[in-house]
């Protein structure tokens, strides 16, 4: 069997859902999103813009499955670690809001607003660090406990 044919065999196999032909997907619905927007730019950049964050949109929604599988994935291996579902909670909603975060400077940026970008930004970390603090005093009492003598 040549390289190129197991090449082939691996990355378009169905092993773990198909990721790579999902990839392909978003990758293709980002390009034809692209060169439509740079076409229509000229003429009519509000429209440019407006597809381009319609785009954006339906990718996140594409990923929505996935990111519900990783969810309750990670819960799974919480409960099976006898960790405190709390700490796993507050973790995946801090990831949440970076994604979050990311996602709307992005959006934001793309519009030409650089300094509206840096704010959602700034807000979504001081709202990550809001809610790590829980997190942050049991590692640090954790660690207070383990050191001899205290």
């Not at 339906?58 to 700490?87: G, P």
Request: positive net charge; charged residues 15%; glycine residues 8%.
């Amino acid at each position: 069997m040549t390289c190129l044919k197991k090449l082939r065999q691996s990355f378009f196999s169905k092993v773990k859902g198909g990721l790579a032909i999902e990839i392909i997907q978003i990758v293709g619905i980002g390009l034809v999103a692209t060169f439509l927007a740079l076409i229509v730019k000229e003429q009519k950049p509000t429209f440019a813009f407006m597809l381009v964050v319609f785009v954006g949109c339906v990718i996140f929604l594409f990923l929505i499955d996935k990111v519900y599988e990783i969810i309750r994935m990670v819960e799974k291996i919480a409960v099976n670690a006898n960790v405190n579902l709390i700490y796993v909670e507050t973790i995946l909603k801090i990831i949440g809001i970076a994604y979050i975060a990311e996602f709307g400077a992005q959006i934001t940026k793309d519009a030409g607003q650089g300094a509206i970008a840096s704010k959602i930004e700034l807000g979504g970390k001081i709202l990550i660090l809001t809610m790590a603090i829980p997190i942050l005093t049991v590692i640090i009492e954790t660690v207070i406990g383990m050191i001899p003598g205290s």
